[in-house]
């Protein structure tokens, strides 16, 4: 994939776990943009500061970005590509320090909280920071006796700190689902996955004839996630992935028929499956 005067922006520090994601899919020498938040990945797109985004929809132990998704709703971005990256977490310390130096480690809580049981088994007392390469960045730039920080091997190159520890986390199945955002619709490269997000009428059986559309032409949901719309209390927007792109013939009948009965539907975009 060329990276000519592509710019790709991501919600962190550099080093964090959503550039390593700029970096699989797109390349080591590509040009990445760290924002602070995620709105402020969308407000770069929109601004033209940034040609794609790289936003974190989904963790295989902790489940949906809820943030993510309330921002695709609100802007018309196409999802263009998802990306899978495993999370492995290193322990991490200035050069010179040795593991049996280290008494307690920095980093975000939802990190901390997947090495815990390796921590403990260490010894080492979990002290929790705002961001994973934030802890790295601030370690590397003002070192404390006895403290590491936990980040990824990119966070440890990008700051110069030394892996004291690959693989700390007590959980190997720690995978990241991130979706490639841009201006424009991807081409079309099978296997495809599309993302609809809609919300059904308030009567009996309004989800089931919705998600019958997809059933009845064979068309397998891969994911499924409500939340409560933030307009009307009591009703709810669902999140819906399935297998296929909205160029085929059954894809677009099924989504004929979603919008027929659903009180509103947004897709987010028919793009490339990752690959396994």
């Given at each position: ?12 520090e ?10 699989q899919?797109?390349g ?20 033209g500061?940034a ?28 999802v ?14 200035p050069a ?13 809580y ?19 920071y ?32 030394e ?12 995978y ?8 424009t ?44 719309r ?21 894809v ?9 009965s ?9 793009y ?5």
């Amino acid at each position: 994939m060329g990276n000519q005067e592509m710019i790709v922006a991501f919600q962190g520090e550099p080093g964090a776990y959503s550039e390593q994601a700029v970096r699989q899919h797109f390349g080591a020498g590509i040009q990445a943009l760290p924002c602070r938040g995620f709105v402020d990945v969308f407000k770069v797109l929109q601004e033209g500061k940034a040609t794609h985004g790289m936003l974190p929809v989904e963790n295989s132990l902790h489940g949906t970005v809820i943030p993510a998704y309330d921002l695709l709703v609100d802007h018309d971005l196409h999802v263009q590509a998802e990306v899978i990256v495993r999370v492995e977490h290193c322990l991490i310390a200035p050069a010179g320090m040795k593991l049996n130096d280290i008494k307690q480690a920095w980093s975000h809580y939802q990190a901390l909280g997947q090495c815990e049981q390796t921590l403990r088994r260490m010894q080492i007392e979990p002290i929790t920071y705002y961001d994973t390469a934030g802890a790295a960045r601030d370690l590397a730039a003002n070192p404390e006796p006895n403290t590491a920080a936990i980040a990824s091997a990119l966070a440890a190159e990008t700051y110069g700190l030394e892996i004291l520890v690959h693989n700390l986390e007590d959980e190997a199945f720690n995978y990241t689902r991130f979706f490639v955002l841009g201006d424009t619709p991807p081409a079309r490269d099978d296997p495809s996955k599309t993302s609809i997000v809609f919300t059904t009428r308030h009567q009996p059986g309004a989800l089931f004839t919705v998600l019958a559309e997809l059933a009845q032409r064979d068309i397998n949901l891969t994911k499924i996630e409500s939340r409560p719309r933030r307009d009307r209390p009591w009703h709810y927007l669902f999140y819906v992935d399935f297998e296929g792109h909205a160029d085929e013939t059954a894809v677009q009948q099924a989504l004929l028929g979603i919008l027929k009965s659903a009180s509103f539907l947004k897709v987010l975009g028919s793009y490339p499956a990752a690959r396994d």
